[in-house]
């Protein structure tokens, strides 16, 4: 089993990387993108022996304790037979 | 006053400290590895600056699950005098002992140059020895020293005297041209609610000495020498 896990900025923090990309983006002619948030991506690979639901309940444990920092991040994830 | 200097895979200002301590303060003091469970017989803990765990996943995010944090936890726990220096600063956010994270710098680029800093309390015991507003002239290097709080903590924060250095001009004005990386309310340094974990982004240990251009740093060691003989 596959957890792909992405964290990014929450909305309320400014992102700097991301705005500095979106503007070489509008300045390279790509007019029509209204924002660009940058963040990470990570691949987690889980033991095959582990039920959906657990191991849902260890990414979202890994996401919250390690992946992200709650006080600037937030986490999405989705979760597929690799 | 017996110092403790943390050393983590990838730690890189240990050395100056240590120096600084030894041989300019004349004060005892000894490393300790981020895999010790045990401070020893330390009055202090200086967490020093470099790239621990080479900033990966976010500065200070992997040494805090090393084992000395645990007991530096417990130290602080029971008043013990903590400062972080830079990713020292960074190590400490992510564990916890103070509020707050890092983000990039706004422009984008590693900053390596001398700041003034305005001391906003003396009511530590990492600046009795200063006075209030006093500027004090200190290097920086980093690129993650954009502090961010939410603005409920901002406000419970100042409340509290919780910001005890801000960026200034030479004058003391805090501006926004005196902010050398976009931090919130000009934040360079912060303490915790009881006053004995304090964090900042500006290196003291690099301006001990004229040589190096600046002895303000030193007040802050002088000061946490000076609470120990007092209290």
Redesign the interface.
Known sequence: MRARVFVS?KK???D??GK?IYHSLRNLGYGNIQDVRQGKFFEIHLDSSLSNEEARKEVEKMAKS??T?P??EEFSYEMDVA | MKFGVLIFPGSNCEHDAYHMIGKVLHQPVQFIWHQSGDLGDCDAIIVPGGFSYGDY??TG?IARFSPVMEAVKRFASKEGLVLGICNGFQIL??SGLL???M??????KYVCRHVHIRVESTHTPFTAACRQGEVLNIPIGHMEG?F???PDTLYKMERNQQVIFRYCTPQGEITKEANPN?SLANIAGICNEQRNVLGMMPHPERASEALLGSEDGLMIFKSMVGSMVHS
């Open positions: 900025l309320s923090v400014l700097p990387q500095t390690v992946l920092n006080v600037i | 996943l976010r995010a956010l992510e509020p707050g994270a983000l990039k710098n706004q422009g984008l954009n961010f709080v939410d976009g």
